[in-house]
């Protein structure tokens, strides 16, 4: 059972600015960095932010990430058809002997 | 271009085993963390097992201690997950990744396609 809690939806129209927030505890957000995974149907997730706020090479500078305590957010400002997928948060969490934890995923949808 | 490629997925009874292959083309993996990262049907990621680069450090999901297993030969260039006594629980599909890992951070930044594991008699 995941230790990160992501609403379980999102939407916007094409353009708007979509933000999702990533709740979580002092031994995963409150004490590593967070990472964002998108994953499009039928496909494997994708590193989107790693370091809270770093972007890999060819991900879009609309997406962005911000960390505060043991939160963090992931936004995506002008909104397009093609953002819509599952998007999780994650962490390494320093609990029992250690893990990889990812968020409980929040579906994107562009009407 | 950096490649990771699934193997030995398939169909097992519950109670039976299973081996899964990772081989990556495009890197060195003896310079990375490497994981396996399940995804049952309609849910989310599941982080399953890790290691290091000289598999002296071994991580695992409480669920899966004790039954699975994670190696590496890195003269293959290769990882592995060998899985007994599973459960339908275990039923997902299986991706391999490539990690960086550091002090207070750890991602997955290159993933496998996946293979599939089926648990049902």
Redesign the interface.
Known sequence: Q?VLTQPPSASGTPGQRVTISCSGSRSNIG???V?W?Q?LPGT????LI??NNQR?SGVPDRFSGSKSGTSASLAISGLQSEDEA?Y?C???DDS??????????TKVTVL | EVQLVESGGGWVQPGGSLRLSCAASGVTLSNYWMSWVRQAPGKGPEWVANMNQDGGKKYFLASVKGRFTISRDNTKNSLYLQMNNLSADDTAVYYCTRDVQGDYLYYMDVWGKGTRVTVSS
């Open positions: 995941s004490t590593n960095t990472n995974f994953q494997a997730p994708k590193l790693y370091i890999p599952d999780y994650a962490a390494w029992l002997n250690g893990f990889y934890v990812f968020g409980t995923g």
